[in-house]
C-alpha cells in the first residue's frame, strides 16, 4: 500500500527541479513520534480501527448498511479499510472528491449532494462508467442536466430525491414534490430512482444527547410520511439514507433508514468532544495534529508552528492533548496564519523550544483538508503515510 | 507560462488511471466567467496589477526596498510580476513554502520566522545551495541548529535577529538580548548577521488608522532603540525589515525600515476591507470565489456551493459582491463544509437556481492555501491559471 505514494511523491517532486529541492516526506515507516516533522497530520491507528470496527459492528446489529462519508477523510486508504469491514461503498459530497476514489477502486459512491451545473454532470457521468453511481436532486431542473449527462457517456446513473428533515438546507420539503421528481426521474432511460435522501445536520452537533434523540426521531418521522405517500402512488424506497455521527445511534433504531453514512466518527475531533454521549455510543479521539514550540521569546507564552494554514477553527480553536508529566494544562489560545499561542495557569507548565505538542482540531473534515498526508501512528511508531487524495477536490 | 501547469495537470492526473478519470481544469485561457466551474478562485488582474504597480511605487517614492510576502499568494507567477516590478525578492513564513519560489527562478527569500528544528533548518540550508536565504531567530538555541545545517550543506545563511515591537508573539523584546544573538551569529563562520526583523502583526488589522499609525509610530521606537545600542557596541544593521499591508503608509515613513514586506495588498479580503484607509493608501479587492447556486428549495434563502472547504472563516464569513442589477444585497449567513447559505431582505432579490455568485473573502491567506490555481480573469474573460505551487507547504 505504500509504495505507490512514495513512487508518486518521488515522481512530482522530482520533475523539473534539482534532485535536493524536493520536500522530503514528514516521516517514513519506523519513524519515532518525536521526529515527525510539524505541523503533520497523525492518525492514531488503534483507536481508528476500534472507531472502523465499532461502527461496522452496530449497523450489522441494526440490520442497516454502511456507507461512511468519504468527505472526512477523503482518504481512498480509509475508504478501503471500511469497506473491507463491510461497509457498502461511501458517499461522497461533490462529483470531483470522487474521482481518486474510484480510481482507487470503490465500486460504489453516493454523491449525497445536489450538483451545481452541467459540468459536474458530465464529470459524473464520467465516473459512472467506471462504478456505481448515485446522486441527490431536490428540483426538477437538475433532472434533465442529470439524464443528458448519462445519455452523453452512455451510461446510467441512480437518482435520490433528497427531503429536507429539519435542517432547511437542501431537499424538498413535502411528500408532493418528492414525488414529482419520482415522476420526472421515470421520464428518462438513463436515470433510476433510487430512494430518499434524508441528512439532517444541524442535528449533528446539538450537544445534550437527548436532543439529538427528538431531532432524529423528526426526520425519522418526516421521512416516514414520505415513504408512505410515496407507497400509495406505487412507489417503493428501496434505499433510506441519512445519518450522521452524531445521530446514527438513533438513526439506526429508527426503523427508517436502510443505510447510514456517518463520516467523523472515523476520528471524531473538539467539537463532536463537547457532544454529551452515552457510554457505548461514544467514538474515540484518533486525530491529531503534531506541532512544535517554535519560540519561547515571549515567556509567559509559547508560540508553535501550527496555525490557521494547519487547521479548520470554525468550531474553535484545538485542543491540546494532556500528557501525563504535565504540571498544568495547556490552552491553545490565538491561531496566526502560521503560529499558534499557547498559555497555561502555570507558567512553569509552559513546554521548551523544540518540544512536541498534539493538538485536537475542532473540525476533522475541513482540517483533513488542509493536508497533503495522514501519518499513521502504531503506539509511539509511524505505521504508515496516506495520501489525503481528494484533499481540495470542492468542485 | 501557461504551458508547464497544463503539462503538469495532465501528466499526473494521466498517472494509474483511465485516461477520462481525470478532473478538467476548472477553465482555461478565453473561457467565460459565466463558464467558470466553482467553486474557484478568481484573480482581477486589473485590480491586481494595479496593486503592485501602487505598492511598488510607494515603497520607490519612500527610498525602500519591497520583499513582499509570498505567504499569502504562495503563487510563483506571483512573485515573478513582484520582482519585474522591482521588489528585491519575496519573503516566505515556512523553509518549505520557499521551495516551489526557488524552483521557479526566485533568488531572493527571507524567511520572516523562527525554524522548529533541525530538520527545517536542514532543508533551507538546502536551499541557500540554490538562492540567497535568510532566517530570523530569538532564542541563542537556535543559533547552532543553523550553522550545523549550514556547514553540513557547505553553504551559508543570512540571520535577522527579531525583536518584539509590541505584538508579544516572537522576537527577543530587548536590545541587550538582540545583542548577545547578534555575538551568537557572529561566532560561525557559515552565518552572517543580517539585520532586524521588526514585524507587528496585530497592528495591521486595527481598524482605525490612527491606531494603526501609533503602532507602528511605537514599533518604529522601539526598533530605533535597538539600533541605538547595536550600534553603540559597533554592530551595523544594514537591513531592517517589517511591516505589513495595515501599516505599510506609516512604516514607509518611519526612517527605521529599509525593507517592507506586506503580502494581502495584491488581493485584500473581507477583513482588511473593514479597515479605515486614507483614500490614497487604499488597495483594491482583487480576489474572489466564484461559487454556484445548487438548491433552492428552501424558498427563503438559496444554497450555493462553496462553503468551509472553499474559503477560511476565522476572519468572518464572505461577502457577496453587488452586482449592478441587484434588488437587495445578498448576505452570506452560513458555512457548513460544502455548502453556504445566501440570504436577502427581499426574497425576491435570491438568486436562481445554477447563477454564479462572487464572494469576497474573509482573509485571503488561508483562502489562497486552499486551492490549486487561481484563475486570472480580464474583465469577463479568463487569462491565466496560476497554480498556488506553496499551497499546503506549511512545514
Not at 516521516?27 to 516533522?37: F, K, R
Not at 439532517?200 to 415513504?227: F, K
Request: with cysteine.
Amino acid at each position: 500500500m505504500l509504495l505507490p505514494y512514495f513512487e508518486m511523491h518521488f515522481m512530482t517532486t522530482r520533475n523539473n527541479c534539482s534532485a535536493d529541492l524536493i520536500l522530503p516526506l514528514p516521516a517514513q515507516p519506523g519513524t519515532a513520534l518525536a521526529d515527525v516533522d510539524t505541523p503533520s497530520l497523525l492518525l492514531d491507528l488503534d483507536a481508528f480501527e476500534r472507531n472502523l470496527d465499532r461502527m461496522q459492528a452496530r449497523a450489522n446489529r441494526a440490520g442497516v448498511r454502511l456507507r461512511p462519508h468519504a468527505k472526512a477523510h477523503k482518504c481512498p486508504d480509509i475508504a478501503r479499510a471500511q469497506v473491507k469491514r463491510g461497509a457498502v461503498g461511501i458517499c461522497c459530497q461533490k462529483a470531483s472528491e470522487a474521482l481518486p476514489f474510484v480510481r482507487a477502486g470503490i465500486q460504489d459512491i453516493h454523491i449525497s449532494n445536489e450538483l451545481a451545473g452541467p459540468a459536474k454532470a458530465r464529470l459524473l457521468a464520467t465516473i459512472a462508467r467506471h462504478a456505481r453511481v448515485s446522486v441527490c436532486v431536490d428540483d426538477a431542473r437538475q433532472v434533465p442536466v442529470l439524464a443528458d449527462a448519462a445519455r452523453q457517456a452512455d451510461t446510467c446513473m441512480t437518482v435520490f430525491v433528497e427531503i429536507d428533515v429539519g435542517q432547511g438546507r437542501c431537499g424538498v420539503s413535502d411528500a408532493e414534490a418528492a414525488l414529482r421528481l419520482v415522476e420526472q426521474i421515470a421520464r428518462h432511460s438513463g436515470l433510476r430512482f433510487g430512494g430518499l435522501q434524508a441528512y439532517h445536520g444541524g442535528a449533528q452537533h446539538r450537544r445534550a444527547r437527548s436532543e439529538r434523540r427528538d431531532e432524529s426521531a423528526r426526520a425519522a418521522e418526516r421521512t416516514g410520511a414520505v415513504i408512505t405517500r410515496l407507497r400509495a402512488d406505487g412507489v417503493h424506497c428501496d434505499v433510506v439514507t441519512g445519518g450522521g455521527t452524531g445521530s446514527v445511534e438513533f438513526d439506526l433504531e429508527s426503523g427508517v433508514y436502510t443505510e447510514i453514512q456517518p463520516g467523523s466518527y472515523v476520528f471524531m475531533d473538539g467539537d463532536y468532544g463537547r457532544n454529551e454521549w452515552d457510554d457505548n455510543a461514544n467514538f474515540e479521539q484518533s486525530l491529531f495534529i503534531a506541532t512544535r514550540v517554535m519560540s519561547v521569546a515571549a515567556r509567559t507564552r509559547v508560540v508553535v508552528d501550527a496555525g490557521l494554514k494547519s487547521m479548520a477553527v470554525d468550531s474553535g480553536l484545538p485542543g491540546v492533548r494532556e500528557t501525563a508529566n504535565a504540571v498544568a494544562p495547556l490552552r491553545y489560545v490565538a491561531a496566526n496564519d502560521e503560529h499558534g499561542i499557547i498559555e497555561a495557569s502555570d507558567a512553569a507548565a509552559l513546554p521548551g523550544l523544540g518540544a512536541q505538542l498534539l493538538l485536537v482540531p475542532g473540525h476533522c473534515d475541513p482540517t483533513l483538508n488542509l493536508y497533503d498526508e495522514i501519518i499513521g501512528m502504531r503506539g509511539q511508531t509511524v505505521e504508515c503515510l496516506w495520501p489525503v487524495a481528494a484533499r481540495g477536490l470542492s468542485r
